[in-house]
Nanobody, 124 residues
């Protein structure tokens, strides 16, 4: 079993920055690929970024490339999402997810464990 707890979401003005964090406990955190997804009201949950177990590989959805950076610290069981140049369309609940199968993935059903989410609101 894995528990994931996100933090860092809040209201921010367009053009601003936020850093989301997710701390994991339980099953060996360092053996999992980690990802961030987001879900806006009335929309499906969408992939944002993922990072492999060692931190040597990451990928992003096109809309956040160059603005967001995913990173992890296995010694602290944390994964972070640095979000810069935020836009109103980034407004959503952001979820951290863990995957213990081989490789990374960009679809929600490929992930085994989820956090409760943290709200990010970007005002124009």
């Amino acid at each position: 079993q894995v528990q994931l707890v996100e933090s860092g979401g809040k209201l921010v003005q367009a053009g601003g920055s936020l850093r989301l964090s997710c701390i994991g406990s339980g099953r060996t955190f360092s053996s999992s690929a980690m990802a961030w997804f987001r879900q806006a009201p009335g929309k499906e949950r969408e992939f944002v970024a993922t990072i492999n177990w060692s931190g040597s590989y990451s990928t992003y959805t096109d809309s956040v490339k160059g603005r967001f950076t995913i990173s992890r610290d296995n010694a602290k069981n944390t994964v972070s999402l640095q979000m810069n140049s935020l836009k109103p369309e980034d407004t959503a609940v952001y979820y951290c997810a863990a995957r213990f199968a081989a490789g990374v993935a960009t679809t929600p059903h490929a992930y085994d464990y989820w956090g409760q989410g943290t709200q990010v609101t970007v005002s124009s």
